[in-house]
C-alpha cells in the first residue's frame, strides 16, 4: 500500500522557519516528481514547490527565495524547508508524487500525503 506522510507541521511567528518532511512507502518513488501543494480555508489547492527524479526544482512566485525543496531518492523522502515565514502562508501542507517530470497542476498528482498544517501567526 502506497503511503505518503507528513511531519514537521506547527505554529510559528511572522519570519520564522520550519522544516516540513514527508515519507513514501510502498513502492520507489526515485523516478518520480515529489512536490508540495497547500490549501488555506476556502481557497484551492496551490502549487508550492517540486523536485523531479533529476532533482530540478520548481517554485510557486511565493515560494521563490524563502522556501526550498530537496529529495533523498535513497530514503524515499522530500523535504520542503521554509524560510521567512509569513501569515499568507498558513495552510495546510500536503506532499504528492507524480511520474509526470514537471508539472505545478494537482491534477497530475497520483500519490497524496493527508497533510500537515502550517500556522504563522503575526
Known amino acids: 500500500q502506497v503511503q505518503m506522510v507528513e511531519s514537521g507541521g506547527g505554529s510559528v511567528q511572522t519570519g520564522g522557519s520550519l522544516r516540513l518532511s514527508c515519507a513514501a512507502s510502498?513502492?520507489?518513488?526515485?523516478?518520480?516528481?515529489l512536490g508540495w501543494f497547500r490549501q488555506a480555508p476556502g481557497k484551492d489547492r496551490e502549487f508550492v514547490a517540486a523536485?523531479?527524479?533529476?532533482?530540478?526544482?520548481y517554485y510557486s512566485d511565493s515560494a521563490k527565495g524563502r522556501f526550498t525543496i530537496s529529495r533523498d531518492n535513497a530514503k524515499d523522502t522530500v523535504t520542503l524547508q521554509m524560510n521567512t515565514l509569513k501569515p499568507a502562508d498558513t495552510a495546510v501542507y500536503y506532499c504528492?508524487?507524480?511520474?509526470?517530470?514537471?508539472?505545478?497542476?494537482?491534477?497530475?498528482?497520483?500519490?497524496w500525503g493527508q497533510g500537515t498544517q502550517v500556522t504563522v501567526s503575526s
Open positions: 504528492a508524487a507524480t511520474k509526470e517530470v514537471s508539472t505545478m497542476s494537482p491534477q497530475s498528482y497520483d500519490y
Open positions: 510502498g513502492r520507489s518513488f526515485s523516478r518520480y516528481t
Open positions: 523536485i523531479s527524479a533529476s532533482g530540478i526544482t
